[in-house]
């Protein structure tokens, strides 16, 4: 079993940086593939990024947005840069125990609380 926290979320303004983070607890967490995905109400959750070796990125995001992590923390970060306000969502932190494909949703087996991002323009 692995635990999800996210934190790291606020409000800020356009063009401004955050940078979210999420703590892994179990200790083969440092193998899984990480994501990071946000929803608004209304929607469906989306893709922003993952990470395991290799990384992937939406192409809303690319450019802006870098996923890392550290394994000794069993931590995930998502540097967001040049915020937009339609970065607004709750941000989703998401482990995958079998590297599938690295863009779905369902693909993913544990999931955090979320963290709200709000872009003011």
């Known amino acids: 079993q692995v635990q999800l926290v996210e934190s790291g979320g606020g409000l800020v303004q356009a063009g401004d940086s955050l940078r979210l983070s999420c703590a892994a607890s179990g200790r083969t967490a440092s193998s899984y593939r990480m994501g990071w995905f946000r929803q608004v109400p209304g929607k469906e959750r989306e893709f922003v990024a993952a990470i395991r070796t290799a990384t992937y990125y939406a192409d809303s995001v690319k450019g802006r947005f870098t996923i890392s992590r550290d394994n000794a923390k069993n931590t995930v970060y998502l540097q967001m840069n040049s915020l937009k306000p339609e970065d607004t969502a709750v941000y989703y932190c998401?482990?995958?125990?079998?590297?599938?494909?690295?863009?779905?949703?369902?693909?993913?087996?544990?999931w955090g609380q979320g963290t709200q991002v709000t872009v003011s323009s």
């Open positions: 998401a482990a995958d125990r079998e590297y599938r494909s690295p863009t779905m949703s369902s693909n993913y087996d544990y």
